[in-house]
């Protein structure tokens, strides 16, 4: 229900006066002339006394390295069929006999210029690359230690 300025809303408790509109919120004012902001939706929910809903949860992180591990051996596949030569063990998961090549490679993939794809992402995707790459590190790491 869209709400107009003037309308008096109760949240947590505390009475708020709207006041306003900034964008897509509200401008909610109290009784002491604070301003806050508040979403349509938010607001809504709030007043309906409907619980705050749960975030989605990650994938595990075991997931997330084999997702890795996946993705390379395609790309290896792929450019293998156009003159790349491509080692062998592009072609294979990660075991005990090759996972020290596999760790120098995420290692690789790690470094600041490659992470961050020379300054071509954004922070927040290069800490998304970094997550990945760290869970198939530790997922290598694991089979190497034996475990």
């Not at 964008?23 to 806050?36: P, Q, T």
């Not at 290069?126 to 290598?140: C, E, F, P, Q």
Request: proline share 4%; net charge positive.
């Amino acid at each position: 229900m869209k709400k107009q300025i003037g309308d008096q809303v109760t949240l947590n408790g505390k009475a708020y006066t709207i006041s306003g509109f900034h964008k897509r919120s509200y401008l909610l004012k109290d009784a002491a002339g604070k301003e806050y902001k508040c979403g349509p939706d938010k607001l809504d929910r709030i007043e309906a006394g409907l619980p705050r809903q749960a975030r989605a949860p990650r994938a595990p992180s075991s997931a997330l390295a084999l997702g890795y591990f996946e993705r390379a051996i395609s790309f290896a596949k792929l450019f293998q069929n156009h003159g790349k030569q491509v080692a062998a063990f592009d072609l294979q998961m990660p075991n005990k006999e090759n996972a020290q090549t596999w760790i120098d490679r995420i290692e690789g993939e790690l470094s600041p210029e490659n992470l961050h794809c020379d300054g071509e992402i954004s922070h927040a995707a290069a800490m998304k690359k970094a997550r990945v790459l760290n869970a198939a590190l530790a997922y290598v790491e694991n089979i190497l230690k034996g475990a």
